[in-house]
């Protein structure tokens, strides 16, 4: 038999090496690599042909069972979840500390407990007193939920297999889970993986919704082994600044319906309230004309949301460094458009100072935006308003071409519902307008009463911005 190999496994970010050092070489985190229990290994090679049990095969037109969806009671976290809880799903939901998360469930359980359904509420992290003070302020003592407060995975599964299986369960958190099992503290690697494997098989195996509230580290991703995100059916992400009143849940993953789909949340102070219309979050006092304010049509999931992008260019009279300071877009597309604009328009932001900021708190991770955020830089380095009625979309490649964007009839629409006269984007994208399954080119019918204004070039948005054209 050859000697076991030593492994050692980052509590960040689950990658594997086979010596201890004191920094991550995948995450970079220090002091996060833990020595796990080595597998015996074997010289000999296995013969696993024989000795297993036979397994059916099936055919893929074979009538399967409808996906029977169970609501929540809150209808921004049925939509972020694709139309509801699947009987059977294991949830994963990640977000920062103090942002929200058990708010949400405790909301979502007491939903389902007062719509009839048996909901159960574990918390690792609060003693029940603590959870019952959290939903006497949400006004929430009244909900038949039942609430215990254990990290033994064991006395868990012990206690659910005596009873029936409930309609929707959470778990607060998964790092505080321990499997006397597997060695190792609570919210290590092996302890992370096994506790989550047993209460994943015992929702499936029993039809149970189960949510497990996982912790995330500092630059935002769910802490522990990346294979727990493809262990579960679902991952969702709880975002926000705990400064600034709204919160969007955010879709990451789903084998059960779209992904990137987003709920929005207003915190008050009775608990999590829906934000039905998130545009008009998004749009501060658009109706005031200020130079570097652009309007842009994002698309999260199916959902169309007008978002207000800030534009600020600051000239500089010394030969100091120029800043480049951005908020809530990415910094390299920033200077890649900066480039562009300089290259193919001949704007100088060479001896200016720039800082871009999305409205809101909102992130945005939408190629659209290009032309916004150009039409933004140029309003703002001209000290020229733009319109107060227009929205702008679309993708600017390197060569200064404004290319087709998917969805352009669900952007169109929403800002038609808002009052938006005018649209300024690709040619294929405006002038069809419809675009219903969000193709490029797609022909459909234009949006009533909205103006398409063709851009296939950025010299032709500088032109329109700066000329007035």
Same mark, same amino acid.
């Given at each position: 038999m050859a000697k076991p190999k030593r492994r050692f496994t980052c509590s960040a970010c689950g990658g594997v090496t086979n010596r201890w050092q004191g920094q991550c070489a995948d995450c970079g985190e220090w002091n996060t690599l833990a020595e796990e229990a080595p597998l015996t290994v074997f010289s000999a090679k296995h013969d696993l042909t024989s000795g297993g049990r036979l397994i059916s095969f099936e055919p893929l037109d074979r009538p399967g069972e409808a996906l029977l969806r169970r609501s929540t009671g809150i209808a921004e976290f049925d939509r972020a979840l694709g139309g509801g809880l699947v009987p059977g799903s294991a949830i994963l939901m990640g977000g920062d500390p103090g942002i929200g998360k058990s708010t949400l469930l405790l909301q979502a359980a007491a939903k389902v407990a007062l719509a009839g359904g048996e909901a159960i509420y574990i918390s690792g992290e609060e003693a029940p007193g603590q959870v019952r003070l959290r939903a006497d302020r949400l006004g929430l003592a009244a909900a038949p939920i039942r609430l215990a407060a254990s990290t033994s995975v064991r006395d868990i599964l012990t206690t659910l297999g005596n009873m029936e299986p409930p309609a929707f369960l959470v778990i607060d958190s998964i790092?505080?889970?321990?499997?006397?099992?597997?060695?190792?503290?609570?919210?290590?690697?092996?302890?992370?993986?096994?506790?989550?494997?047993?209460?994943?098989?015992?929702?499936?195996?029993?039809?149970?919704?189960?949510?497990?509230?996982?912790?995330?580290?500092?630059?935002?991703?769910?802490?522990?082994?990346?294979?727990?995100?493809?262990?579960v059916d679902v991952v969702m992400s709880f975002e926000g600044e705990r400064s600034h009143q709204y919160r969007i849940l955010r879709n990451l993953k789903n084998r059960f319906g779209p992904?990137?789909?987003?709920?929005?949340?207003?915190?008050?102070?009775?608990?999590?309230?829906?934000?039905?219309? #998130?545009?008009?979050?998004?749009?501060? %006092?658009?109706?005031?004309?200020?130079?570097?304010? &652009?309007?842009?049509? *994002?698309?999260? @999931?199916?959902?169309?949301?007008?978002?207000?992008?800030?534009?600020?260019?600051?000239?500089l009279q010394s030969g100091a460094t120029p800043r480049r300071a951005v908020v809530g877009w990415d910094n390299g597309r920033l200077a890649m458009l900066l480039a562009v604009l300089e290259a193919r328009c001949g704007l100088n932001f060479s001896a200016c100072e720039v800082y871009l900021n999305v409205a809101g708190g909102y992130r945005l991770a939408d190629p659209a935006a290009d032309v916004a955020v150009a039409a933004a830089l140029i309003s703002a380095l001209a000290d020229k308003p733009l319109p107060t009625d227009a929205i702008w979309f679309g993708e600017v490649s390197l060569a200064g071409e404004i290319?087709?964007?998917?969805?352009?009839?669900?952007?169109?629409?929403?800002?038609?519902?808002?009052?938006?006269?005018?649209?300024?984007? #690709?040619?294929?994208?405006?002038?069809? %307008?419809?675009?219903?399954?969000?193709?490029?080119? &797609?022909?459909?019918? *234009?949006?009533? @009463?909205?103006?398409?204004?063709?851009?296939?070039?950025?010299?032709?948005?500088?032109?329109?911005?700066?000329?007035?054209?």
């Open positions: 790092q505080c889970m321990h499997s006397d099992q597997i060695e190792g503290a609570p919210g290590t690697v092996s302890q992370v993986r096994g506790c989550a494997f047993e209460l994943i098989r015992y929702a499936k195996d029993n039809g149970v919704a189960m949510v497990l509230v996982g912790h995330v580290t500092k630059d935002g991703s769910i802490a522990g082994p990346r294979v727990l995100e493809h262990m992904v990137d789909e987003i709920g929005v949340f207003a915190m008050a102070g009775a608990g999590l309230e829906e934000v039905s219309n #998130p545009s008009m979050l998004f749009l501060s %006092g658009h109706d005031n004309p200020v130079p570097g304010s &652009a309007v842009f049509p *994002a698309i999260e @999931g199916t959902r169309p949301v007008l978002i207000e992008i800030q534009a600020l260019i600051v000239r290319r087709p964007v998917a969805h352009g009839g669900l952007r169109l629409r929403e800002a038609a519902k808002l009052g938006f006269a005018q649209a300024n984007g #690709p040619d294929e994208a405006t002038s069809t %307008g419809g675009g219903a399954k969000g193709k490029p080119g &797609a022909k459909g019918q *234009a949006v009533p @009463g909205m103006r398409h204004n063709r851009l296939s070039l950025l010299p032709n948005l500088v032109d329109r911005i700066v000329g007035g054209e």
